[in-house]
Nanobody, 125 residues
Framework: QVQLVESGGGLVQPGGSLRLSCAVSGFTLDDYAIAWFRQAPGKEREGVSCFSTSDGRTYYADSVKGRFTISRDKAKNTVYLQMDSLKPEDTAVYYC??????????????????WGQGTQVTVSS
């Protein structure tokens, strides 16, 4: 059974940092993509970052480039999202998701078969 469990969300001041974790279990394939999406109230879910397990390639939305870093600890089957220089507009529920292979359009929501339950990130003074 495939499971993705997020953790690490919380309240942080603008300019601060948080690290989200996505613990992955139940995969038997080596070629899959683990992505982070976020959804703010009244807005559509949007892709933030993606990690390809087959070649280690990473992908970022323009809005987070240079501020967020995605990485994986293979031994722990965990993918991390380090978020620095956080802004109020980063406030959202953050979800990790998994797809077999990297979708042609990386942040296409419907291409991701498995989802975590989400973790709230609030950036506010």
């Amino acid at each position: 059974q495939v499971q993705l469990v997020e953790s690490g969300g919380g309240l942080v001041q603008p300019g601060g940092s948080l690290r989200l974790s996505c613990a992955v279990s139940g995969f038997t394939l080596d070629d899959y993509a683990i992505a982070w999406f976020r959804q703010a109230p009244g807005k559509e879910r949007e892709g933030v970052s993606c990690f390809s397990t087959s070649d280690g390639r990473t992908y970022y939305a323009d809005s987070v480039k240079g501020r967020f870093t995605i990485s994986r600890d293979k031994a722990k089957n965990t993918v991390y999202l380090q978020m620095d220089s956080l802004k109020p507009e980063d406030t959202a529920v953050y979800y990790c998701a998994a797809s077999v292979g990297v979708p042609l359009l990386v942040f296409t929501v419907k291409r991701y078969e498995y989802w975590g339950q989400g973790t709230q990130v609030t950036v506010s003074s």
